[in-house]
Nanobody, 114 residues
Framework: QVQLVESGGGLVQAGGCLRL?????????????MGWYRQAPGKQRELVAG???????NYADSVKGRFTISRDNVKNTVYLQMNSLKPEDTAVYYC????????WGQGTQVTVSS
């Protein structure tokens, strides 16, 4: 079993920045992939950024150059650094871990005002 605890969401002005954290515990060594997803009102949940067990990363086109996903293996935590935030980035952001089964965090709200 894997537990994911997210933090770092909040309200910021356009052009600002936030860093989201996802701390994993439990059967950590079974995880092959971790990623950040978001879901805005009336929209489908989408992949924002992902990182594999080998360290390869990928990003949605809409966030390339602005967001960075990283990991701290000592702390068993992944981060999403979000810079130059736009109102269209407003969504609930979810952490996901894929191993033997899928695990999801509870979500954290990010609101970007104009």
């Amino acid at each position: 079993q894997v537990q994911l605890v997210e933090s770092g969401g909040g309200l910021v002005q356009a052009g600002g920045c936030l860093r989201l954290s996802c701390a994993a515990s439990g059967s950590i060594f079974s995880i092959n992939f971790m990623g950040w997803y978001r879901q805005a009102p009336g929209k489908q949940r989408e992949l924002v950024a992902g990182i594999t067990s080998r360290g390869s990363t990928n990003y949605a086109d809409s966030v390339k150059g602005r967001f960075t996903i990283s990991r701290d293996n000592v702390k068993n935590t992944v981060y999403l650094q979000m810079n130059s935030l736009k109102p269209e980035d407003t969504a609930v952001y979810y952490c996901r871990a894929i191993g033997k089964v899928d695990y999801w965090g509870q979500g954290t709200q990010v609101t970007v005002s104009s």
